[in-house]
């Protein structure tokens, strides 16, 4: 494996000192269907201290130890077995390939992990792990019975493993943003083959087909994320992925996929017609959209912070939904009583990585942190138009996301969303009627975005988004079959 595994658990073993040791499972297999299992994919904070694909395995980092910091539980090598699943690393490649300082067959974790304890005080592990919370907490327990009997230190605090982990998955080193950097160089050669491709009457499975072909071949063993390509109305299911559809005469196509490669994820959304020009209507959503995103990219720099650009995207957004008619108006208030939200309900970034939506603290003491070089980001504000908005209802009450925060700590989250609920329910409501051209268009645009020291690096920028190098790019054909 490369070193920057090597590296990430360096910096682990400097994050919790020689009194902690840190305890991470791998992901298990999950049955699909009957004798069919998912297609494995390794736990990504796993993955990144380990580059180890194997399920069940486990991943110990004890600062100090004798026998070296990283020491890696794994499944037996067993020749009968891997002829039908595969060769199994094993102990010794463990050490050989992945660099463990010492290897052991998982049925020996018990035993080991509970010596392995003694003389630490601090566990760092993630709880909420059904099938290794019991197994940890049994061995915490066995070593504080030896303790007892033998004296000594054992862990009496359990912290969570993932925040320190998270902080280093935000910061990309040089190597990392590469691997990021093809995976967002792929990911867009594929959305522009199936901005290409894809014509009215085709299935959106058809388009997902020509929009991961290049992927494959470019060398992406699979995607970060199932891809989402949804025609017409779909454009308004956010999470939409069934790719069924028969893609409509004057349907706006909304793509959000991208590869993976070496577990980086890129992350890209476009909307473009299918008939490779925009209507009337399509087109006003659009502008509304790409000046907000544009805004949102301007603003992705070192000292920025997300709330600054969700905030700036969605007061362009509000200001277009109050111009079009989605909203009576005016801005101030569609602000201030998140009336937006009838059409935009998203947050606008996430942190990128080996998770599409990485790891990572958004807010340090209560406040959005700054943006810091190395830190990945998108950028991805949308409007969307549901079919079922012909008339949308008002409530004429101000939203404070920090009052309604304080509210939940002051009086516990069950009281104080009853008192929000009984709050709406006595507030005044105003009905409106969206403009009938709208209904069913939903537009995102995504770009990911790299933060450098002296502003950013589009990473996702050779996909066309202006209109008319969208519609220009539609106008190209495709090389691929159409059957
Ligand atoms: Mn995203």
Redesign the pocket.
């Known amino acids: 494996m490369t070193n920057r595994h090597a590296e990430a658990r360096q910096k682990l073993v400097e994050a919790i000192g020689q009194d902690g040791i840190a305890v991470i499972p791998a992901a298990h297999e999950v049955v699909r269907n009957y004798d069919v299992m998912h297609q494995f994919r390794q736990d990504s904070a796993f993955f990144y201290l380990t580059g180890f694909e194997e399920p069940e395995s486990v991943a110990v980092i004890a600062p100090g130890h004798d026998d070296g910091d990283f020491h890696l539980f794994v499944r037996p090598k067993d020749p009968d077995l891997e002829v039908w699943t595969g060769i199994r690393a094993g102990t010794q490649g463990a050490k050989e390939a992945y660099g463990a300082d010492a290897a052991y067959e998982l049925s020996q974790l018990d035993d080991v992990l509970e010596r392995m304890m003694i003389g630490r005080e601090v566990l760092w592990y993630t709880t909420g792990n059904d099938k290794f919370d019991d197994r940890v907490t049994g061995i915490v327990n066995k070593a504080r019975a030896h303790r007892e009997r033998m004296g000594g230190v054992v862990p009496s605090i359990v912290r969570d493993v993932s925040v320190p982990i998270g902080e280093m998955m935000l910061f990309k080193s040089e190597d990392e943003a590469d691997a990021l950097r093809r995976a967002c160089h792929l990911s867009a050669d594929g959305h522009i083959e199936a901005m290409k491709f894809t014509e009215p009457g085709m299935y959106e499975y058809q388009v997902q087909a020509a929009l991961e072909y290049p992927w494959r071949l470019g060398g992406s063993a699979r995607n970060g994320y199932p891809s989402i390509v949804a025609s017409g109305a779909n454009a308004c299911v956010l999470h939409y992925d069934t790719n069924r559809d028969q893609i409509g005469d004057d349907d706006l196509v909304l793509i959000?996929a991208a590869a993976e490669v070496e577990g980086y994820s890129s992350?890209?959304?476009r909307t473009y017609p299918a008939t490779g020009s925009f209507t009337g209507p399509q087109r006003a959503i659009y502008e509304v959209v790409l000046a907000s995103q544009k805004a949102g990219v301007e603003l992705s720099v070192s000292g920025s912070t997300m709330k600054a650009i969700h905030d700036e995207c969605t007061r362009i957004l509000a200001e277009g939904m109050v111009d079009l008619g989605l909203l009576p108006g005016p801005t101030d208030q569609v602000l201030a009583m998140h009336h937006y939200s009838q059409f935009y309900m998203h947050s606008t970034?996430?942190w990128?990585g080996l998770d599409?939506?990485d790891r990572g603290a958004y807010r340090i003491d209560g406040v959005s942190r700054p943006l810091e070089p190395g830190m990945a980001l998108?950028v991805?504000p949308g409007l969307y138009v549901g079919p079922d908005k012909a008339q949308v209802e008002l409530t004429m009450l101000e939203f404070d996301p920090e009052e309604r925060n304080e509210r939940i700590i002051r009086m516990g989250r069950a009281a104080a969303q009853a008192s929000i609920a009984e709050e709406k329910a006595s507030a005044e409501k105003v009905t409106h009627d969206v403009p009938a051209e709208f209904l069913g268009i939903g537009v995102r645009i995504?770009d990911d975005i790299l933060i450098t020291p002296d502003g950013h690096e589009n990473m996702t920028e050779s996909v066309p988004k202006e209109l008319a190098d969208v519609e220009a790019m539609c106008a190209e054909s495709s090389e691929l079959p159409v059957f």
């Open positions: 959000d992350d890209i959304t970034g996430h990128l599409v939506h998108t991805e995504e």
